[in-house]
């Protein structure tokens, strides 16, 4: 089935350390979308990528990082630097062209221990 | 700035009650309007989008409105039933951008 695929489901991480967060799909999509949600609370765009090796910051990418080398792949590295990491995030992609519909994957729970 | 704003925060009916849920936008120069649903702990799914050149836009039990000028778009839900709890946000894109930017939503309840 087409879809978009994020892992892992819950991961902890530990103070300092960095953790990536993955993010496959297979729905041929150009553009693919990293958003954090903290409890209670809309969306914020961290960082997105209208095509391969290409990427913008959204409006909180202080302390992340992403890459993004083959079309149906987008990783996103929380780094130590980012203060306050706990949260669920969400990936997305969509067709080329911003009057397209955009699909969410299952999302990831990030806490720190 | 847009900002993105869905009242109420929460919203409890009985079973087979039609309602409304609201969303506001401050900036009136959308691209297009987007409504999601979201279950507890899960990824959003996409219900309608209404491109900023449309009034309403239709899916089964839902209906969208959309009215750019006064910064105003509901999603009508008929008939409502207890399937249909779940949190309830809207987005919009700003012209040639793509980014979205999402109101905090409305937690809907609906009771047996």
């Known amino acids: 089935d087409g879809g978009i695929t994020q892992s892992p489901k819950y991961l902890f991480r530990k103070e300092g350390q960095n953790v990536t967060l993955s993010c496959e799909q297979n729905l041929n999509h150009d553009a693919m979308y990293w958003y954090r949600q903290d409890p209670g609370q809309g969306l914020r765009l961290i960082y997105y990528s209208q095509i391969v090796n290409d990427f913008q910051k959204g409006d909180i990418a202080e302390g992340y990082s992403v890459s993004r080398e083959k079309k149906e792949s987008f990783p996103l590295t929380v780094t130590s630097a980012q203060k306050n990491p706990t949260a669920f995030y969400l990936c997305?992609?969509?067709?080329?062209?911003?009057?397209?519909?955009?699909?969410f994957g299952e999302g990831s729970w990030l806490t720190v221990v | 700035k847009q900002e993105v704003t869905q009242i109420p925060a929460a919203l409890s009916v009985p079973e087979g009650e039609n309602l409304v849920l609201n969303c506001s936008f401050t900036d009136s120069a959308i691209y297009n309007l987007q409504w999601f649903r979201q279950d507890p702990g899960k990824g959003l799914t996409s219900l309608l989008l209404?491109?900023?050149?449309?009034r309403e836009q239709t899916s089964g039990r839902l209906n969208a409105s959309l009215d750019k000028s006064s910064g105003r778009s509901t999603l009508y839900i008929a008939a409502s039933q207890p399937g249909d709890s779940a949190t309830y946000l809207c987005?919009?894109?700003?012209?040639?951008?793509?980014?979205?930017?999402f109101g905090s939503g409305t937690r809907l309840l609906v009771r047996p």
């Open positions: 997305a992609s969509s067709n080329q062209g911003p009057g397209n519909t955009i699909y």
């Open positions: 987005a919009v894109r700003m012209d040639s951008s793509y980014k979205l930017i």
């Open positions: 209404i491109q900023s050149s449309q």
